[in-house]
């Protein structure tokens, strides 16, 4: 499976963005990582494809939006309110079980939120 990501930019503080990821395949489960300057790469946000279930982290929950496009084997993440410290490079990620590592992973996208 690979992972197509896109979206990324430069936005002012208070702003939106939204990322897309296509898979080139089904999987179990994507998700949204980010990977900030000096820190490691945390999950912020993942949905499986049958249920629907979501996750966020607790740093975005409330201002990001994770939803997907079965048809499209595609997955968005609506970034809403962005902040300075929401500048990362996001990497989308996907898995073919609802627990464990993920199996594949996008190529990363910037975003970059002036103060």
């Known amino acids: 499976v690979q992972l197509q990501a896109s979206g990324g930019g430069l936005v002012q503080a208070g702003g939106s963005l939204r990322l897309s990821c296509a898979a080139s395949?089904?999987?179990?489960?994507m998700g949204w990582f980010r990977q900030a300057p000096g820190k490691e790469r945390e999950r912020i946000a993942s949905?499986?494809?049958?249920?629907?279930?979501?996750y966020y982290a607790d740093s975005v929950k409330g201002r990001f939006t994770i939803s997907r496009d079965n048809a499209k084997n595609t997955v968005y993440l609506q970034m809403n309110s962005l902040q300075p410290e929401d500048t990362a490079v996001y990497y989308c990620?996907?898995?073919?079980?609802?627990?464990?590592?993920?199996?594949?992973w996008g190529q990363g996208t910037l975003v970059t939120v002036s103060s």
């Open positions: 949905i499986g494809w049958i249920a629907g279930s979501t």
């Open positions: 395949g089904r999987t179990f489960s």
């Open positions: 990620a996907a898995r073919q079980s609802a627990v464990g590592e993920y199996d594949y």
